[in-house]
Structure formats: C-alpha cells, structure tokens
C-alpha cells in the first residue's frame, strides 16, 4: 500500500469516526430508555449501555449509512441485551422479553417526538410542587426502591408507588398538553 | 380497543411498568398481560416507551443535576424536616397551582452556597495541617503580598484558603517549560523524549504523523494574522483581578494532519486513595484536573485537539471536539474511540481558557463538572458548571494530546483538591 492510500484510508477513518460520534449523540439519549427497559437497575444499564456503544464503535464498519442508525444501533442493542442476560442468572420475569420488538418499533417511531419534548419536560418538571421533586429525589438522586423510600419516610410502599406513578402521569400528560399547545399553566 | 383485547387497562399497565422499573417483581400473570398489551397496538407501545423513557430521563437528570439539592436534602434531614407524601390534589399541574415554598427555594440556595464554604473550608485546612504537620512543612508566609490580589469575604475563609493555595501541589503536572537549547540539543523530533514535569512514568512519544512543538514567543511563532494565539502566550484573569500568566513554553499540536502525543503516569505517585485493584480511578474518590488551552481560531465541523485522560478503551476527552460540532471548548465520554455524552459549551476555542475540570469516581459511570475561567478565590460552586455530563467507567493510565488543527496547552495538573490545580508561580 502506498502512502497515498494510506492517507486515503486514514481520512476515510476520521471521517467515519466524526460521522458515528454525531449520529451516536442523536440516539444515546433513546438507546439508553431501550435499555433500561431490558435491565431496570440503573447502575447495570450505564455499564451496558457503554458495552452497545463499544460494538456499535467496532462494527461500524458494516453500517450502511443509506439507512436510519438508530434502528441499526437497537439491533445492536438487542443483541448486547440477549447476551447480558446470557451471563446472568434469570430471576425475574421480564415483561420486556417478548415485547422487545414492539418496543424497538415504537423507540424508532417516538424517538424524534422525544427529543423535542425534553424542553417540555424540564417545564413541567418546574410545575411540580417542592415534595413532589423531593420525592423524585429520593427515587432517583438517592436510587431508593419504593420500599425503601417508605420506610424512610415511615409510611406504606404502596403509597409511595402510587404516588410516584401519579407524578410522572401528571409529568407525561403536562408534556403532551404542552406540546399541543392546550396547556394553560404558567400564563 | 386494545383494552378490551389484553384485559389491561392503560393506567393499570403503565403502573406496572413503574413498578417493573421500580425493582419490584411483576408476576408471571402481569407480565403476560403488560406484554400483550404493548405487543397487540402500536400506540400502547409507544405508550410503554415513553414511559420508559421518563425513568430514564428523569434518573439522567436528578442525578447529573442534583448534587447541590442532595446536599441540602441531607441538611434538611439534620434538621428533622421530614418529607410528607403530596396528596393527590397536589400532584396536579395546573394554571392555578402555585409553586409551594418559595422561600425555602432560596433557603436551599443559601445552604447549598454555605455548605460547600464549609466544605471548601474543611478541604482545605485539612491539606494545609496534613502538608504542615506530616511533611514538616515551612513556608515563608508574607501576608501582605498574599493577600493583594484576593478579594474573599470572609477573613477566616480567606487565610485557610490562601494557605492551602501555598501549600497545595498537584501529584501530575506538565509545564512544557523546555528552554530553547534543551530541545536544540535534543535528537528527536517533536516533543518526543521530553521528561520534565512531575509523576511522569517515561517521556513523551510524539507518534502522530504530524510532529508537536514547545512554543516560547507566539508572537512570533504563529500561523499567520487570523491565528488567535498571536497576541500572547496563554493566560487568564479572574473577575477578581487575580492572573495566570504562564511563562517559558507552550506546547504546540501540529497543523495540517493529526498529532498525537502520549505520557503514561507513574502510578506509585498517584495517591493511594485513589487507585484500587483496578487501578487508578477508585470508585467514591474525587479527582481535580486544570489546564489551559487555545486553538487557531474556532472552527468546528469535525476538528479537533483535545487532553484525553484514561486508556484506549475509555477515557474522557477535553477540549475542541469531532463531535462538538460548532468547534466552541467541550468534553465527552470516549468508549472504543468513539466519543458518548458529548457536552459543549458557549466558549469559543480560539479564546485562551483556563479549564477546570472535576471526577466523581462512581460505581459505573463517572460523573465529570466543568468550569471554564473560574473565579481562582474560591472553590467554584457545582451550581456554576459550564459543562456536566457522564462519562465511562475511568482508569487512568495516560494523557493523550490528540489534535488535527492547531492547538495549545499548557499548565496541565490533577490533584485530589482544587487548590491542588491552581496554577501557581511555583510551577513556572
């Protein structure tokens, strides 16, 4: 090989590592919610997370850049899930086992929708009142089970979990109103 | 529809969703029905995902933007204040609904600010005792010159912080500081053999396909009228008056095509607290890097010359990046080469900036905070940040200089604290 394919190879590499780390920041954000679809405990879906980044950093090469990447890149994700839990003992049930295709589907279908309804988000997130964000805090600053938060608080589990579910019923449906231009709050 | 055909209702299947996120165990019954649910119509699906979505969002957020609340959550434990679940009315979002407490918001704010004072204070008088006592420490202390260019509120604040300023020293640090007749006498190219600096293991290798440089006059060492650099040698002034004027030499990247510079660390000099089994980068620890920096000019568009701190298989890359697009200072996570997380900020790369940077070492992910030209008098509060984000599990066993368009740095150091990586005169 002579010096100008080597130049040429080289470029064609730099130029495909500027063009993976662009389309990688477009779709981290929904890669990482497939995840921790697949594998509830946060600590676990980061490292895994970071394992899908590393194939999809090595195989890059057979990506055919013709295409949408984030659907390329769950595909990789599946994969990397399949073999997460190959490694692991199975103890629980997964409802995300079967539905994982639909899942994949509707991440590739909602994924620009919710990148723009992030703004939205930090909104409505303001609009909650100051024990509501405190107990968000509590679930995922702290990374407290429901139980745990409960016992810290001295009341029951199923009231906390009830009452998280309605903070982030009320977040989605503050969102979705937001972005329909029906909300009133804040005028 | 879809209700009927799954016997699951929307709100029955997204309570379970949260509660499968939650770590609670679905039983074999609810995880059928939930998969049926998502599986038999589109929307339920995208439904779930969204869903899913919030965990993961709201998670990302709370934890990347919550230390000072967590603080103040932790005061206002000590205080007994404790936390009542909200009733239902009150969860709701409405154009009526006030925002409650807004005097405890600028409470919080004003713990927050004082318990990192007390913090920062503690650091710091901690350093200077242990330097003072352990190492038999001496140091001319001239007050009236010290304190000249620090305008600090407290007296008490003030003194401890100086004094730890004087006593700190980083375990890492590069100055480039290579007279003109050492790198004349020198036989390589580039910077390759250079040693000097401290807690190096070996010199620099230069092994890019462009050479880098030490430059002592960039006034007269410049690519021409539009290169940035060409009114002086890197610096930085605080708002309070206090400067950095770095002297002796600057390292150069090279222009044209890429060059990359390696220096492994010697490990037996990184505290010990801060290495573990798996080497430097132990899991709970604190860790303070600065340099400063100055690019040709500002371009973006997949340029760039960056400090990459770990090994090849992650790091975290500060600096102008390929995937910063708009070419403005930036930092990002680096898996495999491949650059995740990337944050940039509103500083343009061809101004010199004085970079600080801060890892928390966590189990997982690391989290890293970023000032760009902070106040130098003070810790910098974590509600300052210019630049937050997470990056991959760290194990630091290099600095890489990596760059494809012209770039300085200079004044590189990490140190357990801030005052650790103040550049000092000391250092040049």
């Known amino acids: 090989m002579d010096a100008t394919q080597t130049r040429t190879l080289q470029t064609e590499s730099a130029r495909s590592r500027a063009e993976l780390a662009r389309n990688w920041v477009k779709v981290q954000p929904s890669l990482m919610a497939f995840v921790v679809a697949s594998t509830p405990q946060f600590s676990d879906a ?113 009231s906390v979990r009830v009452t998280l579910s309605r903070i982030r019923t009320t977040l989605m449906d503050c969102v979705q109103k937001r972005a329909a231009g029906e909300a009133n709050v804040g005028n | 529809m879809s209700e009927i055909k799954t016997d699951l209702k929307k709100s029955t299947a997204l309570e379970n969703i949260d509660a499968y996120l939650d770590g609670e165990e679905l039983s074999e019954e609810e995880a059928r029905k939930l998969e049926q649910w998502i599986k038999t119509d589109s929307d339920n699906a995208d439904q779930a995902f969204r869903r899913v979505f919030l965990h993961s969002y709201l998670r990302e957020r709370f934890q990347v933007r919550s230390i000072g609340e967590a603080q103040a959550r932790e005061r206002e434990k000590q205080l007994n204040v404790p936390l009542i679940l909200p009733a239902e009315s009150e969860i709701e979002i409405n154009s009526a609904a006030k925002k409650t407490a807004p005097v405890s918001e600028s409470r919080r704010r004003i713990l927050t600010w004082r318990w990192f004072l007390l913090i920062g204070i503690g650091i710091v008088s901690t350093i200077n005792l242990s330097v003072m006592f352990i190492k038999d420490f001496q140091l001319p202390y001239d007050e009236e010159k010290a304190f000249e260019p620090i305008n600090f509120d407290s007296h008490y604040a003030k003194k401890t912080f100086l004094m730890a300023r004087i006593a700190a020293q980083p375990f890492l640090y590069e100055g480039f500081n290579y007279s003109e007749r050492q790198l004349g006498e020198k036989a390589s190219e580039g910077i390759n053999d250079l040693t000097g600096g401290v807690g190096w293991a070996g010199p620099w290798v230069d092994q890019g396909r462009n050479r880098s440089a030490i430059i002592h006059d960039t006034k007269k060492v410049n690519l021409g009228k539009n290169d940035m650099r060409l009114f002086g040698q890197l610096g930085f002034s605080d708002q309070y008056g206090n400067m950095l004027l770095t002297k002796g030499g600057q390292y150069r990247s090279g222009a044209g095509s890429e060059t990359v510079a390696v220096r492994y660390l010697d490990l037996q000099q990184v505290p010990k607290s801060l290495s573990d089994t798996k080497g430097f980068g132990a899991d709970g620890e604190i860790l303070w890097i600065s340099f400063m920096a100055q690019s040709y000019d500002n371009a973006g568009g997949g340029r760039y010359a960056y400090l990459d701190f770990g090994n090849e298989e992650s790091s975290l890359r500060i600096g102008k990046l390929a995937s910063a697009d708009r070419g403005n200072w930036a930092a990002a996570g680096q898996v495999n080469g491949t650059e995740i997380n990337t944050a940039s900020s509103e500083v343009l790369s061809g101004q010199a900036a004085l970079i600080v940077a801060r890892i928390l070492f966590r189990p997982g992910a690391e989290e890293v905070d970023l000032w760009l030209n902070p106040p130098l008098n003070r810790i910098p509060d974590l509600d300052d940040v210019n630049l937050r984000l997470m990056a991959p599990d760290l194990r630091i066993e290099r600095v890489k200089i990596v760059s494809n368009y012209s770039t300085d740095f200079d004044e590189l150091r990490i140190g357990v604290s801030f005052v650790d990586v103040i550049p000092a005169e000391d250092y040049d």
């Open chain 1, 46 to 158: 980061e490292d895994l997370l970071q394992e899908v980044a590393a194939e999809i950093a090595i195989r890059y090469d057979e990506y055919d850049n013709t295409r949408p990447f984030l659907p390329w890149a769950l595909w990789i994700a599946k994969i990397k899930i399949a073999d997460f839990y190959r490694g692991k003992r199975r103890d629980r049930v997964l409802f995300m086992g079967e539905a994982m295709d639909a899942l994949a589907d509707a991440c590739s279908r909602v994924q620009q929708l919710m990148t723009e309804e992030r703004d939205l988000l930090e909104y409505c997130l303001d609009q909650l009142t100051e024990r509501s964000r405190r107990l968000l805090g509590l679930r995922y600053t702290d990374d407290l089970k429901p139980k745990q938060i409960a016992d810290e608080l001295g009341t029951s589990m199923g």
